[in-house]
C-alpha cells in the first residue's frame, strides 16, 4: 500500500475549491480595478497633451468667440476648434507665454515651483463676484473674520476646524479691477505641492478659474494682469 496515498486524497479535496477561490478572487480584483481606477485614454478622460506649435486656433466657448495660439490649449480634442463649453489653457511663468519643450519638466512633475498657471473658461456657470462670496461664503467659516497681514501685500484668513475649507488659507488683496481672492493649499507635510486657485466671473456668461502653485503666490499681481491681458488678446482677434 502506497503510504501517500490517503494524504493525496485528503489534499484532494481542498485543492480544486481554494483553486477556484482564488481564481474568482483575482478576476475580481482586475474587474474592480477596471471599472473604479482613475480613467485613462479611451476610457472617457483625455489625457493632457501640450504642443509648441503656435498656429491659431479659432474656437468658441459659449458665445464668446476667441483665436488662441495651439500652444496654449492643453488638450488636442480642443485644438480642432469650433464651439466647446469649456477650454482648459496652459501659461508658462514668468512671462505667461504658450507652451514650449522646455517647459515639459514644470508639467509633468508638478513640483512645489512649477511654472504652470492652469486656466479654465467655462460657460453655463454663475459665480458670484469675490467680495459677494466672500461675506456670503466665506466669512462665516472664518476663526477670525477680522484677518491678519499677510504677505506680498494680501490679507490673510484662517477657516474654522469644522469649515469645509479647514486645509486652506484665503488672500485677500486689491487690485485696479476690484478684489482678488485665493484659496491655497496650507504648507503641511502632507501635501507636498500646495497650490493656490482663483474663481471670478469673467463676463460674457462665462467663468474664470486659474490655479499656481504657492510658492508663486509672492507674484499674484504679475499673474492676475498678464492671464487678464492674454485673454484679452485672444478676444480682440473676433
Known amino acids: 500500500m502506497n503510504p501517500f496515498t490517503g494524504l493525496t486524497k485528503r489534499r484532494s479535496g481542498w485543492l480544486i475549491p481554494l483553486v477556484v477561490f482564488f481564481g474568482t478572487a483575482c478576476l475580481?480584483?482586475?474587474v474592480l480595478?477596471?471599472?473604479?481606477?482613475?480613467a485613462g485614454p479611451g476610457r472617457g478622460q483625455e489625457e493632457p497633451?501640450?504642443?509648441?506649435a503656435t498656429r491659431t486656433i479659432d474656437l468658441s466657448v459659449g458665445a464668446k468667440r476667441l483665436r488662441i495660439p495651439a500652444n496654449y490649449i492643453?488638450?488636442?480634442?480642443?485644438r480642432r476648434g469650433g464651439a466647446?463649453?469649456?477650454i482648459g489653457l496652459i501659461a508658462i511663468l514668468p512671462e505667461l507665454q504658450g507652451y514650449t519643450l522646455g517647459a515639459a519638466p514644470d508639467l509633468t512633475s508638478n513640483a512645489p515651483d512649477s511654472r504652470v498657471v492652469h486656466i479654465v473658461l467655462k460657460s453655463g456657470t454663475q459665480l458670484l463676484p469675490e467680495q459677494e462670496r466672500?461675506?456670503?461664503v466665506y466669512s462665516t467659516q472664518l476663526d477670525d473674520p477680522k484677518g491678519k497681514p499677510g504677505p506680498y501685500g494680501l490679507k490673510q484668513y484662517g477657516f474654522r476646524a469644522d469649515s469645509g475649507y479647514h486645509d486652506q488659507d484665503l488672500f485677500a488683496g486689491t487690485t485696479d479691477t476690484g478684489p482678488v481672492m485665493f484659496l491655497c493649499a496650507k504648507i503641511a507635510a502632507e501635501i507636498v505641492s500646495p497650490s493656490c486657485m482663483r474663481d471670478l466671473p469673467a463676463g460674457d456668461g462665462l467663468s474664470l478659474s486659474y490655479r499656481f502653485k504657492r510658492a508663486h503666490l509672492s507674484d499674484w499681481r504679475k499673474i492676475d494682469a498678464g492671464i487678464r491681458t492674454r485673454l484679452a488678446a485672444f478676444s480682440s482677434q473676433e
Open 134 to 136: 466672500f461675506e456670503r
Open 33 to 38: 480595478a477596471y471599472y473604479f481606477s482613475p
Open 28 to 30: 475580481s480584483a482586475l
Open 84 to 86: 466647446m463649453n469649456e
Open 74 to 78: 492643453l488638450l488636442a480634442s480642443a
Open 49 to 52: 497633451a501640450p504642443t509648441d
